[in-house]
T-cell receptor, first 113, second 109 residues
Framework: EPEVTQTPSHQVTQMGQEVILRCVPISNHLYFYWYRQILGQKVEFLVSFYNNEISEKSEIFDDQFSVERPDGSNFTLKIRSTKLEDSAMYFC???????????FGPGTRLLVL | QKEVEQNSGPLSVPEGAIASLNCTYSDRGSQSFFWYRQYSGKSPELIMSIYSNGDKEDGRFTAQLNKASQYVSLLIRDSQPSDSATYLCAVNRGNQFYFGTGTSLTVIP
């Protein structure tokens, strides 16, 4: 069964450093998403991506964040200068169409020290 | 007002009982409604999707949607200890999902 994959599973970084989180969505899906979940809190939407551009983004997704689809399979989230409060689990998801089921990857646990 | 509201629980039911989980949402324009299950430290896993008013059954799970009341529920029949998890209600608006804070369910053997 096709699934969303994410790398790395864990990332530890120093405050102020740049991190890139990688995702491979399900191959026939057209919509891609990033969410984050701070420990003990709810899953929060960051950004959606369709047709090689951002379709929606939340208030959390400020200038420190960017997304890219560098090739036909990968979808990346970059955090330019990490802050302590960026420590969270980051989930990538994909869907065939925007209003249908989103399938989540296993997540990347980011720890900013 | 929160987009999606759920009772955080915890909800405890004995094995074999029916677990009832509830969710309300604020945006009447929402088209799609989902229940995800999340085990601690893991990603959300789809349980059910529902798009129109009424009931939808899949095995031991039944989702109910009432758009007039802006209410979605999930019933789990014959609850098993393996059902112990946090259940997330998700509602779409545009190209994003809004998640509730989740209801923690414990099924007691």
């Amino acid at each position: 069964e096709p699934e969303v994959t994410q790398t790395p599973s864990h990332q530890v970084t120093q405050m102020g450093q740049e991190v890139i989180l990688r995702c491979v969505p399900i191959s026939n899906h057209l919509y891609f998403y990033w969410y984050r979940q701070i420990l003990g809190q709810k899953v929060e939407f960051l950004v959606s991506f369709y047709n090689n551009e951002i379709s929606e983004k939340s208030e959390i997704f400020d200038d420190q964040f960017s997304v890219e689809r560098p090739d036909g399979s990968n979808f990346t989230l970059k955090i330019r200068s990490t802050k302590l409060e960026d420590s969270a689990m980051y989930f990538c998801a994909s869907s065939v169409v925007s209003y249908e089921t989103q399938y989540f990857g296993p997540g990347t646990r980011l720890l900013v020290l | 007002q929160k987009e999606v509201e759920q009772n955080s629980g915890p909800l405890s039911v004995p094995e074999g009982a029916i677990a009832s989980l509830n969710c309300t949402y604020s945006d009447r324009g929402s088209q799609s409604f989902f229940w995800y299950r999340q085990y601690s430290g893991k990603s959300p896993e789809l349980i059910m999707s529902i798009y129109s008013n009424g009931d939808k059954e899949d095995g031991r799970f039944t989702a109910q949607l009432n758009k007039a009341s802006q209410y979605v529920s999930l019933l789990i029949r014959d609850s098993q200890p393996s059902d112990s998890a946090t259940y997330l209600c998700a509602v779409n608006r545009g190209n994003q999902f809004y998640f509730g804070t989740g209801t923690s369910l414990t099924v007691i053997p």
